[in-house]
């Protein structure tokens, strides 16, 4: 294990992150790590943007991440994942679903979404380490669009090992209960993309 693993999680409201942030931070401690967790939250009860900061490690004081050094970032829609430029080093590692979620402004006209291909040439110029899962499209497959964010954290940890596997599964199963099962199998499916 390295001494301290810092991830960021990138979305809007209602897709996930803080359950996400919850889930690493479970399964770190049951896997005998220190954590922190950091949040920022917009409007997210609105589909605003929301950011977790999660670092594990032995001895772990902050959750802050300095600028350029993640060493992953759950990216859970690519604008907001763009929004989290300033953590992103040359060996981020970025697990991205592509799919947009439209703001309100971009829905009636206020804004235009960018184009998603232009985002994409933004993070590709960060970090050689994008990975581009459709994950919502993945988990429509297994009737889980719900565990989206799930399957992308199986994505990361079939990159790189942070946690066991079968600790991520036991915190799953606590912090999402009787939800717990088409989260797992959205996990798996993760680890196998």
Do not use: C
């Amino acid at each position: 294990m390295i001494k301290e693993y810092s991830i960021v999680i990138a979305g809007v409201g209602g897709q996930g992150g803080l359950t996400l942030s919850r889930i690493i931070a479970h399964a770190s401690i049951s896997s005998g790590l220190s954590v922190k967790i950091g949040e920022t939250l917009g409007m997210s009860q609105r589909g605003g943007s929301v950011q977790s900061y999660v670092k594990i490690g032995r001895n772990v004081w902050s959750p802050l991440v300095k600028n350029g050094s993640a060493n992953a970032l759950i990216g859970m829609e690519p604008l907001e994942t763009v929004r989290a430029l300033r953590y992103i080093g040359p060996q981020t590692i970025i697990v991205l679903d592509p799919e947009p979620i439209p703001t309100i402004y971009n829905l009636v006209g206020i804004e235009k979404y960018p184009e998603v291909e232009k985002l994409l040439e933004i993070l590709k110029n960060k970090t050689s380490r994008l990975h581009i899962v459709e994950a919502r499209r993945e988990a429509e497959k297994i009737n889980a669009r719900m565990s989206a964010n799930i399957l992308l954290l199986g994505k990361l940890i079939s990159i790189e090992r942070v946690l066991p596997i079968e600790k991520i599964e036991e915190a799953i199963k606590i912090v999402l209960g009787a939800k717990a099962e088409k989260a797992i199998e959205a996990f798996r499916l993760g680890l196998k993309l």
